[in-house]
Nanobody, 118 residues
Framework: EVQLVQSGGGLVQPGGSLRLSCAASGFTFDDYAMSWVRQAPDNGLEWVSAISWNGGNTYYAESVKGRFTISRDNAKNTLYLQMNSLKREDTAVYYC???????????RGQGTQVTVSS
């Protein structure tokens, strides 16, 4: 059974930083690309970032490019999202997801609330 357990998130002021983590189990982590997606209030699910199986390739939505960094530690079966220069519009529930070529992703973490507010 695929399990994705998230940690991190919370309340931060505009311009601040947060790091999200996602511990994976139940599948061979380094066989899969991984992603982060988010859902803001009253909005649909939005793709944020993705990383290849070995971390060699990373991809970002235009809205977060230059501010967010996705990374992974295959020895720890863990995915990360470092979020810097946060903006109010980044407020959302963030989910890590196993990339299986399907949208919306079938396997997601439990979600972590990120609130950017002064």
């Amino acid at each position: 059974e695929v399990q994705l357990v998230q940690s991190g998130g919370g309340l931060v002021q505009p311009g601040g930083s947060l790091r999200l983590s996602c511990a994976a189990s139940g599948f061979t982590f380094d066989d899969y690309a991984m992603s982060w997606v988010r859902q803001a209030p009253d909005n649909g699910l939005e793709w944020v970032s993705a990383i290849s199986w070995n971390g060699g390739n990373t991809y970002y939505a235009e809205s977060v490019k230059g501010r967010f960094t996705i990374s992974r530690d295959n020895a720890k079966n863990t995915l990360y999202l470092q979020m810097n220069s946060l903006k109010r519009e980044d407020t959302a529930v963030y989910y890590c997801a196993k990339s299986d070529g399907i949208w919306p992703p079938r396997s997601r973490g439990q979600g972590t609330q990120v609130t950017v507010s002064s």
